[in-house]
């Protein structure tokens, strides 16, 4: 959901188009593919519930980092920053939580168990995009000089926005991303509790002994 409110800024306040906006995730999908198989193997060696405390951290430092910068006059490679960060996080979040998750359900409830982690996941998506998006018209209500009355933001996203409506509109995206980091935090919390999953490396390696000793 924190991609609604860098979406507007990039198209509105810097005159992007829409796939310019996009490439600006650019370094979200590289690190996020980059590390993924490192974090495959951090998680095979039972570093699940460690990961996915990193990674909500790093996550809402991101999300941070995109509030403080989105500012009309930033220079616009100084956003590939907190690009880059909130992919290092989501590569400590989304592989590890799926097997913390799943991995320590009995085989006959492994399917119904991934099922509701991924509708959990997708009712939280829904509603994180409601809330965002309610906070954002309540943030440019109160950062634009129409009285107190303002636009939603849809009905902005017709051009680039006239310079002196450009810092109020910078700090009211700004300000709704800091909502999806102080869930973030709140994520991180909840990992605390997460029972650690045991390593999965041990089992191709009592294989080997197996092997070994039958061939004694």
Known sequence: SFGLPTIFYYQLVRGMTPT????????????????????GKLVDRGHAK???????????VGLVLYAVLMTPEQPIWVLLIPSAVVGVANAG???????????????????????????TRQVGAVLGSAAIAALMEARLS???????HAAPAGELASGHLPTFLQAG?????????LLPAALGVVGLAVALFFVKVPPAVGRPAAAEDKVAEGRR
């Open 169 to 177: 509109f910078s700090a009211a995206m700004g300000q709704s991303v």
């Open 93 to 119: 979040i989304w592989g590890p939580l799926a097997t913390l998750a799943t991995r320590g359900l009995p085989p006959q409830l492994a399917g119904a168990g991934s099922g509701i982690y991924n509708t």
């Open 50 to 60: 460690i990961m996915n405390i990193g990674g909500m951290l790093v996550f809402a």
């Open 20 to 39: 310019q906006s996009a490439l600006m995730s650019i370094p979200l999908a590289v690190f996020s593919g980059a590390l993924a198989p490192f974090a």
């Open 142 to 148: 109160a950062e634009l000089p129409t009285g107190g």
